[in-house]
């Protein structure tokens, strides 16, 4: 069979519609011209006999598809003699001319195919419209998880973590406060044995051989014989020698320079000295391992240690000039029975010691230690006084409020 073969004349046309809806306007273009007597007559209102009156809720619209305005003219009429409101009539026709146009699906012919403007005036039209109740057999929807969120947990609950947060807030790790007291603990020492270091050298021994008004030797050592003889005494006190370093010392006249006694005292004093920079030394290493874990650990760690150090050095430094100022040789004594024997450590006028370091030198060396502890703690107070910029509290604003909420006052509240 090709194109050119003739259409049988008793072939049988396809059947093209499967819904069996002979009046979907999608098929109007395979309907003869002149329509057909059954659509005349369906137009002309009247049916042929033996002919069936087709589903006119269902075919109407699709059968007048072509006179809307005639339709629509018309449905406020036949509402008001079907006792319909117009309002409902008009909302039957409007949605039944929007849910059959030609051209478009049944599929898609659906109210929800209506657009927005025509739902809202619809729903304005009829009214708000009452809630369903839930349908019998239906089961409870489980709420979102998080609709939980939006529960407020009682009262008494909201209050326990509020005080917990705020205690964690104000709580300060324990190691930075301990870094803190120990580095102001070990500072009043540090200065001490430095300023001590100072004046046990060769420097201060010249300084006050030298100085105008320091008492002479009324036993015949000259200025070069006491600075020659007691620089030997003062390297004996830092260096690691023996009791030799100084036992076998003579004079010019070939006697021995010490007597056993002095040797004996020197040595005492050595061992003092010699634990003092020790420990000292100890302690700046172990304030250099707090400084600088407070640099990254605590923020101003470093200077608020300092600060309380150099307060503690300045009531000890005061104290302790003080006391010496009221009794000098009564203190002089006192410290003497603390670190040495009884009987020790006193000698005669002749004896080398005595002529070499008069009561004046250690008059004079106690004023030095107190100058330069003091002179180094107060230097330290004052870099490190806690000025708002040094605390990171930056300056109030002009036109701030006088309540103490000012951005100054809140920020020095929460440094403290």
Do not use: C
């Not at 076998?248 to 020197?266: A, I």
């Not at 309380?308 to 003497?336: N, P």
């Not at 024997?341 to 004896?351: I, N, Q, V």
Request: glycine share 10%; no cysteine.
């Amino acid at each position: 069979m090709t194109e050119k073969t003739p259409t049988p004349p008793n072939r049988h046309d396809p059947h093209l519609d499967p819904a069996e809806d002979t009046d979907e306007p999608a098929f109007d273009w395979m309907k003869p011209a002149g329509g057909g007597s059954d659509t005349a007559a369906t137009a002309k209102g009247t049916v042929p006999a033996g002919k069936s009156v087709p589903d006119t809720g269902r075919d109407q619209p699709a059968a007048s598809a072509g006179t809307p305005a005639r339709q629509a003219g018309a449905s406020p009429a036949a509402a008001s003699q079907s006792g319909a409101s117009p309002s409902a009539a008009s909302q039957t026709a409007a949605s039944q001319s929007a849910a059959f146009r030609p051209g478009m699906p049944r599929a898609a012919a659906s109210p929800q195919a209506e657009s927005r403007a025509d739902r809202k005036a619809a729903e304005a039209a009829v009214g708000p419209a009452a809630p369903e109740p839930q349908a019998r057999g239906t089961h409870f929807r489980e709420p979102l998880p998080t609709s939980a969120l939006q529960v407020r947990p009682p009262q008494d609950e909201v209050e326990r973590r509020n005080a917990e947060r705020e205690h964690a807030a104000n709580t300060k790790p324990v190691l930075p406060r301990v870094m803190q007291v120990l580095l102001a603990a070990f500072y009043p020492v540090i200065l001490l044995v430095l300023a001590v270091r100072a004046v046990t050298s060769p420097l201060f021994l010249w300084v006050e051989y030298n100085r105008p008004g320091f008492p002479g030797d009324g036993y015949g050592f000259s200025t070069d014989d006491r600075m020659t003889y007691g620089s030997y005494a003062v390297d004996y006190l830092s260096n690691w020698s023996g009791a030799r370093y100084l036992g076998e010392l003579v004079n010019r006249s070939g006697d021995p320079l010490f007597q056993d006694g002095e040797v004996s005292h020197m040595a005492d004093v050595k061992l003092v000295i010699l634990s003092a920079f020790a420990g000292g030394t100890l302690l700046i290493l172990l304030a250099i391992i707090a400084i600088i874990y407070l640099r990254r650990r605590s923020t101003g760690g470093v200077r608020r240690g300092l600060f309380a150090g150099s307060l503690a050095t300045l009531v000890i430094i005061l104290g302790l000039g003080t006391l010496a100022a009221l009794g000098w040789q009564q203190f002089f004594t006192e410290f003497h029975r603390i670190f040495f024997a009884s009987g020790t450590w006193t000698f005669a006028l002749e004896d080398t010691l005595i002529r070499l370091f008069p009561g004046q030198f250690w008059v004079d060396a106690g004023i030095v230690i107190g100058a330069l502890v003091l002179i180094a703690s107060v230097m330290t107070l004052v870099l490190t006084w806690p000025t708002k910029k040094r605390r990171g509290i930056a300056p109030a604003k002009d036109g701030a409020a006088k309540d103490g909420t000012k951005d100054g006052t809140a920020d020095e509240a929460a440094a403290l």
